[in-house]
């Protein structure tokens, strides 16, 4: 960071096309070619709009997943894939998404998919001359947070179980990324975010540090701790006060904290993570319609620099932007880094 201050960079979902969702909808139409044609059309798209805006780290807008966390299901054995949500009706909410039932032992044997993403993301994105250095970015949903899609049964009585049995899956996969040579990682853990207020915070420490044990200092490790997006609507208590001082004893090198949509209540506790890590700041928001201008979010990140230096600051979009329309992502992420590089050039 000290060589690239005021770093710009993503959660890791982009939005998709609204071919890809039609596409989605009628797979049974297509052949297994026409499917890698679109999955790789899908990634360019993503790969295009963000590296048009100028980022500095980038990722494949995880284009091939249709949700930050709920297609890694269709990888794991010994669980019962849900047919259907348990409520189509009423307002959009987080209770739209079903669970799915437990049957045996969990395992990945051919792992969760990530390693292909990234391969595909890396072969992509050498057909881009940028002229400038860019990092491709992977990102892997934390044990704790999977582990909120599951019924506990006779095998794994309760969440905390099922976490421990997906923990090692979530590592293996860890560790094929960085031997695959991705040079960073994004181990998503919202849902400890969500429950800090209530749950034992040591606890998800342990969990997370265990869950990179392994690949900790073999590759930047970074996570993304958010208050959840379902169509607009979180879904956590939205304080991250319950988070500190423990999840400063997180093993990474960049904490991303959600802002833009709180009108950056508690912005001053960005200066703890900045004393430990890297400090990833939300300033764009992806719930809300309105376009930050430059201007905007050039005055967003001053008012980051009175609470942590430039060289641990990156800047990003509250959460992924996968809810978000396409004509709407595109100008955020621009006018966020145009805006960076408006304060940038003041340093």
Known sequence: MKTNPLRTSVIGSYSFPGWLEF???????????????????????????????????????????????????????????????????????????????????????????VVEEYERLVRLAKTYDTGRPVTLKASVPGPYTMSGRLVPGADYPDRWALTEALLPIVRAELEALVAAGCTEISVDEPSMSCYAYRE???????????????????????????????????????????????????????????????????????????????????????????IETPEDIANRVRHCLEHAPADRLVLAPDCGLSQTARWAAKRKLSHMVDGVHIVRRGI
């Open 23 to 113: 596409a989605s909808a009628h797979l049974d139409r297509f052949g297994a070619a026409d499917r890698a044609e679109a999955q790789d059309d899908a990634v360019i798209t993503a790969l295009h709009d963000q590296l048009s805006a100028g980022l500095d780290v980038v990722s494949d807008g995880e284009q091939t997943r249709l949700d930050f966390n709920l297609s890694f299901y269709g990888y794991i054995k010994g669980i019962e894939l849900e047919s259907a949500s348990p409520r189509r009706f009423g307002p959009p909410a987080h209770d739209q998404r079903g669970k799915h039932q437990v049957t045996g032992e969990l395992s990945a044997p051919d792992g969760l998919g």
């Open 200 to 290: 034992d915070t040591k606890r998800f420490v342990d969990i997370f540090n265990r869950t990179v044990e392994t690949v900790h200092g073999k590759t930047r490790l970074c996570t993304h701790l958010c208050f959840g997006n379902f169509k607009g609507h979180a879904v956590g208590f939205r304080r991250i006060a319950p988070m500190f001082p423990d999840f400063l004893d997180f093993k990474c090198d960049e904490m991303h904290v959600e802002m833009a949509s709180r009108e950056f209540a508690e912005i001053e506790l960005i200066s703890q993570i900045a004393s430990r890590m890297d400090v990833a700041v939300g300033v764009v928001d992806v719930k809300s319609y309105y």
